[in-house]
T-cell receptor, first 114, second 114 residues
């Protein structure tokens, strides 16, 4: 099955700096890669996703890049703000049937300091 | 509209007892997923439903775990003879249909086995 690795496990940046979180996946057939943000005690919420027919996607301060050849994808947050502090999870969908079984990375705890 | 809801929000049970966790997906969502999140860990896939059928039960940790979905809507996850290692937050998610659609998460049920 799919295996997703995520780095770093913790990341501390100063407000206004950029943050980058990287993930690798093992199943070359995976074709959907969402990123979720989870604040303490809250549910995971989708912040951005990318499909395999696209190399990069941007939404305001957040961007995701995908390299299918190398089987890795990254989340980029620019101009970080304190409210960006949370745990971020990458995931990859394992093809099969008609539903996306998501395999998640182990998470990155992002701390944005003033 | 209403999001995914789960009940109870918290459940404390004694080792050896059975528990039942409930998930109400977003109306009209045909796909429903159960995940488990242990303290400080990522999300572990348990099972998914497409309609009322469960094509993939590969994530269920043992035969003490079972799930059903009726009427293409509400799902229950049952854990029999609970063990301390079952303590975790159990998250439910739903998505509109087919593969590679955003999964909307519920708030989770925090299960503590004493």
């Amino acid at each position: 099955g799919e295996n997703v690795e995520q780095h770093p496990s913790t990341l501390s940046v100063q407000e206004g700096d950029s943050a980058v979180i990287k993930c690798t996946y093992s199943d070359s057939a995976s074709n959907y890669f969402p990123w979720y943000k989870q604040e303490l005690g809250k549910r995971p919420q989708l912040i951005i996703d990318i499909r395999s027919n696209v190399g990069e996607k941007k939404d305001q301060r957040i961007a995701v890049t995908l390299n299918k050849t190398a089987k890795h994808f990254s989340l980029h947050i620019t101009e970080t703000q304190p409210e960006d502090s949370a745990v971020y999870f990458c995931a990859a969908s394992e093809k099969g049937g008609t539903a996306s079984k998501l395999t998640f990375g182990t998470g990155t705890r992002l701390q944005v300091t003033l | 509209g209403a999001g995914v809801s789960q009940s109870p929000s918290n459940k404390v049970t004694e080792k050896g007892k059975d528990v039942e966790l409930r998930c109400d997906p977003i109306s009209g969502h045909t796909a429903l997923y159960w995940y488990r999140q242990s303290l400080g860990q990522g999300l572990e896939f348990l099972i998914y439903f497409q309609g009322n059928s469960a094509p993939d039960k590969s994530g269920l940790p043992s035969d003490r775990f079972s799930a059903e979905r009726t009427g293409g809507s509400v799902s229950t996850l049952t854990i029999q003879r609970t063990q301390q290692e079952d303590s975790a937050v159990y998250l439910c998610a739903s998505s509109p249909q087919l593969a590679n659609y955003e999964q909307y998460f519920g708030p989770g049920t925090r299960l503590t086995v004493t």
